[in-house]
């Protein structure tokens, strides 16, 4: 996982944490899927193994029951390579066009642009580094709020709801 995702995730982490210390207990959860994308440097166009793994969870999110879903994509350069800011719209626009073609909605669909440096490449198995650069999370849209899905079976939630 990047460190950019790790400090998101320590970040929602903490401010569970804060809110139980706040208020007694917490009765939320975190809900959503990821895709990471790994594309050759200095190129924009998704590979089907892209588009498979960004599939993949969607088809996991769609498994949501009673909400739409929103995508939020994560788009990078790293500073090694040229043209970083065509490189992240490019990218950007490629991942949208994906996930239009899937079915989301395009008001569902928000953008961000990074610059990563090679500290947050990602160290591979065996030893070579990892570049990532598009990351689409998807969560759920709910009318109020999503906190009943913490308990429903057919939800599996990334975290649990912290009771004192």
Same mark, same amino acid.
């Given at each position: 996982?990047?460190?950019?995702?790790?400090?998101?995730?320590? *970040?929602?982490?903490?401010?569970?944490?804060? %809110?139980?210390?706040?208020?007694? %207990?917490?009765? *939320?959860?975190?809900?959503?899927?990821? *895709?990471?994308? &790994?594309?050759?440097?200095?190129?924009?166009?998704?590979?089907?193994?892209?588009?498979?793994?960004?599939?993949?969870?969607?088809?996991?999110?769609?498994?949501?029951?009673?909400?739409?879903?929103?995508?939020?994509?994560?788009?990078?350069?790293?500073?090694? &390579?040229?043209?970083?800011?065509?490189?992240? &719209?490019?990218?950007?626009?490629?991942?949208?066009?994906?996930?239009?073609?899937?079915?989301?909605?395009?008001?569902?669909?928000?953008?961000?642009?990074?610059?990563?440096?090679?500290?947050? *490449?990602?160290?591979?198995?065996?030893?070579?580094?990892?570049?990532?650069?598009?990351?689409?999370?998807?969560?759920?849209?709910?009318?109020?709020?999503?906190?009943?899905?913490?308990?429903?079976?057919?939800?599996?939630?990334?975290?649990?709801?912290?009771?004192?």
């Amino acid at each position: 996982m990047s460190k950019t995702l790790r400090a998101r995730g320590n *970040a929602v982490v903490a401010a569970l944490a804060m %809110s139980v210390s706040l208020y007694g %207990s917490a009765g *939320a959860c975190t809900i959503g899927e990821e *895709a990471e994308i &790994e594309l050759p440097f200095n190129t924009t166009a998704l590979t089907s193994a892209n588009k498979h793994a960004i599939t993949i969870a969607l088809i996991e999110a769609k498994k949501w029951p009673d909400v739409q879903i929103q995508a939020v994509i994560m788009a990078g350069a790293y500073t090694a &390579e040229r043209n970083m800011d065509q490189l992240k &719209e490019g990218r950007a626009k490629n991942v949208k066009a994906y996930l239009q073609e899937l079915g989301i909605s395009s008001e569902n669909i928000l953008i961000e642009k990074h610059t990563f440096t090679d500290e947050m *490449a990602v160290k591979r198995p065996d030893g070579t580094l990892g570049y990532r650069q598009v990351f689409v999370e998807f969560t759920p849209i709910c009318k109020g709020s999503c906190a009943w899905m913490c308990d429903d079976p057919r939800v599996t939630p990334h975290s649990r709801v912290i009771n004192p």
